[in-house]
């Protein structure tokens, strides 16, 4: 008797994904044809992973190769972190980004004026209103740079927080005083998310505007709008309670954010915004390019998945 053929795995659109979901202990597995997570007692934890933007992996958990292969068909972003989910160790691509768009992103961060408008529309974007004129990309870095440490100064008093400046090191965690470790966490969520928005959007999280030379910076750059209005406050209203484990506390405080602002539908459209600010139309294919000898159906998810 033969098995049923099951139909392709089919993508969800990361705007209808739930954002994050964070595994400490456990063995990641493909059981039944679901995935799952797998305890020393042999207890099974199923996970929606075709319905998740990214799973964050803690120090505790290991991956099947099933598990991986699983994931990178449905699109779901595996990042590898440390402890509380702070430090970046390894990520896997959830579909591989298009060439295309990703031709399009490094033709804009080659060319020095639209480069500087697609940073000045980011600008815009964050502080809601137009940058000063005549600018340099540098120029307007530094006063964004003020203008941040302003801000965090502004929440620390509004929440009755005790604030010194944006001071931590990622290889001594508990160093760090608790504004500095909410902060820290609370970011760390945003980047996960916006990492995988930017893969299934299909361009590089390496090839940044602002920020440059860093694996991530055009993912510090997209998380850079939605930082304020998300999960800054709530790092600063965290660390007002004092919590015996803040990193906890705003990791599930920082998911309810993201469901209630319906951020993941933000996330792709404003990456487009910003990338058209700087005028250029996305290169075509050279006339002698040759075409895919199996190409690729066409899925309903994003531009970057495959499958």
């Known amino acids: 008797m033969t098995e049923p053929i099951l139909p392709p795995l089919k993508p969800i659109p990361i705007k209808d994904r739930i ?3 964070f595994v400490e202990k456990g063995n990641l597995d493909v059981l039944d044809g679901a995935f799952v997570v797998v305890d ?13 933007a990214c799973l964050m992996l803690e120090p505790g958990s290991r991956v099947s190769h099933a598990a991986v292969v699983l994931a990178s068909r449905v699109g779901c972003l595996l990042i590898w972190v440390g402890d509380s989910g702070v430090r970046l160790y390894a990520s896997g691509q959830p579909g591989g980004a298009r060439a295309d768009r990703l031709l399009y992103q490094a033709k804009l961060a080659l060319d020095d004026e639209a480069r500087l408008k697609v940073v000045r529309k ?9 940058p000063p004129a005549k600018r340099s990309v540098e120029q ?8 941040v440490r302003k801000m965090y100064e502004l929440l620390a008093k509004q929440y009755r927080v005790e ?5 931590y090191d990622h290889t001594k965690w508990e160093s760090g005083d608790v504004p500095n470790r909410c902060l820290s966490s609370a970011t760390a969520c945003l980047y996960g998310i916006c990492e995988a928005a930017v893969l299934a959007a299909g361009y590089a999280p390496a090839v940044g505007f602002i920020h440059t030379g860093k694996s991530q910076s055009f993912v510090y750059d997209i998380a850079d709008i939605f930082k304020f209005e998300t999960v800054v406050p709530i790092a600063f209203r965290i660390a007002a309670k004092k919590p015996g484990n803040p990193e906890r506390e705003v990791r599930l405080a920082c998911r309810e954010i993201f469901r209630q602002s319906k951020l993941l539908q933000k996330i ?3 990456i487009e915004e910003v990338l058209s600010a700087g005028g250029m139309s996305k290169p075509e294919a050279p006339d002698e390019s040759v075409k895919p000898a199996i190409p690729n159906k066409e899925g309903m998810g994003d531009a970057g998945h495959r499958g």
């Open 122 to 130: 980011m600008y815009a974007m964050r502080f809601n209103e137009e």
């Open 268 to 270: 792709i459209p404003t």
């Open 19 to 21: 954002s994050i979901l």
């Open 140 to 147: 307007l870095r530094g006063i964004e740079g003020v203008r």
């Open 163 to 167: 604030w010194k400046r944006r001071n």
């Open 40 to 52: 020393k007692t042999g207890v099974r934890t199923h996970i929606p992973v075709g319905g998740v």
